[in-house]
């Protein structure tokens, strides 16, 4: 990468650091292929009335819209997507013993497939890989119920015959309180909060932000587009993820190539 005085200075609070907690949004899986929301060509920026179909009780109430959502769902492009240069570096800071946790906002799956030790990684907003039945909480490998589809196109869960969905966090369903309360502890216990790709606008996550600048650790925020935490940071780079993100990790001792794969 060109000289940046910004990554320089990112990159010494980096390596200066022993806990890193890590946040990651939609814009460090857009190099695998998977499209974030609200960037340009997002998602919801493109298509504003796809963000109905993401409405908990319009897929309750509507079999029309779970149908549309499932073949949306077999469509995902997380199914043949890859990890990129991003999801590795994080990776090896998880080697390198540097990284208390990464919370990721993303449904993907693609920090686990980088490598990234699970029991480290803390998915907010859930996973498209796993499916639940919203009657009586019976998890299911999204696999399994994405075959069905041709038979039956609003699949229902086959212990009870209630209604399935993805195991993700739909508009108007609250948050796994566990996993927010392992979100913020681990906030609460870094020394430096790595905002990667995120826009920074969905709360609660995005508070976490406030939180861990409160517990004074170093806020450093990646991202293409500004954000509202971008005052409160102690960085911002606008570089792209896929050559920032390993570059800043390179920094840190003990790490091994990040981001070579």
Known sequence: MPENSNLDAAAEILAGSDRVTVLTGAGISTDSGIPDFRGPQGVW????????MFDLDTYMSDAEVRREVWQMRRAHPAWTAEANDAHRACTELDRAGRLRALITQNVDGLHQAAGT????????????????CMACGLRTRAPEVLARLDDDPDPRCLECGGIQK????????QLKPEV?????E????CDVFLAVGTSLAVHPVAGLCDLAVERGASLIIVNAEPTPYDAAADVVLDDPIAQVVPALVEAVPGVKGAGAG
Not at 45 to 52: E, M
Not at 166 to 173: L, R
Not at 186 to 189: H, K, V
């Open 45 to 52: 920026t493109t298509n504003p009335g796809a963000a109905a």
């Open 117 to 132: 030790d699970p029991e480290h990684v803390i998915e907010v907003h859930g996973t498209v890989l796993w499916v639940v």
């Open 166 to 173: 993805s195991d993700t966090i739909s508009f108007g369903q």
């Open 180 to 184: 927010l309360d392992a979100a913020v």
């Open 186 to 189: 681990a906030t609460r216990d």
